[in-house]
């Protein structure tokens, strides 16, 4: 079941073009200020799902160490110095696959068609601005061979909304299928 906690959070304006797409293996050069989490063990991989800020991390590890992480994030870019980084200032859909992992991250002034997931997710909504509530959600799924998740993050201006939808997929590493 959906986790329905209320946060008291004060308002901060962020923009999506300081989105910056990690995906390292190396520990995150900062400790995260979490502000909802939820672990899902998949055979002998495990997956923390973390709403930080307007903000989603995934900590995917393997056997009980760290295989790698997903964050989406405004962020610094020099914070990394290893991994796939990439950097939204001009707002182009990024698409990025190693081995057993891809994901896509997407912009759009319309509101994304699929339907809000409760049943595996999480989502921290957050103070009103410019008459909307912006909110950011991590839904996943699991199957016999992989695991999807998705996220939405709202970004309300003055004149539009920017809606930021990630969808990433994880294939069963040969080794933890059998």
Known sequence: MADTRSLVLASVTQVPTALVLAVTDAEL??????????????????????IIGESHLV????????????????????????????????????DYAKDNYCTKVAFSQLPPRRRLN?????????PRQHDVTPMTHV????HPDRLDWWTLHTYPEATHTTYVVSESSLTKPESASG
């Open 29 to 50: 050069p900062f400790q995260p200020h979490i502000l909802l989490s939820r672990c899902v063990e998949w055979d002998d991989v495990a997956l923390q799902f973390s």
């Open 59 to 94: 900590r995917i590890e393997r056997y009980g160490r760290l295989w790698f992480h997903e964050l989406l994030a405004c962020t610094l870019l020099d914070a990394f110095s290893e991994g796939h980084i990439h950097s939204f200032d001009d707002l182009v859909v990024c």
């Open 118 to 126: 409760t049943r595996n997710s999480i989502t921290v909504r957050f």
């Open 139 to 142: 839904a996943w799924q699991t």
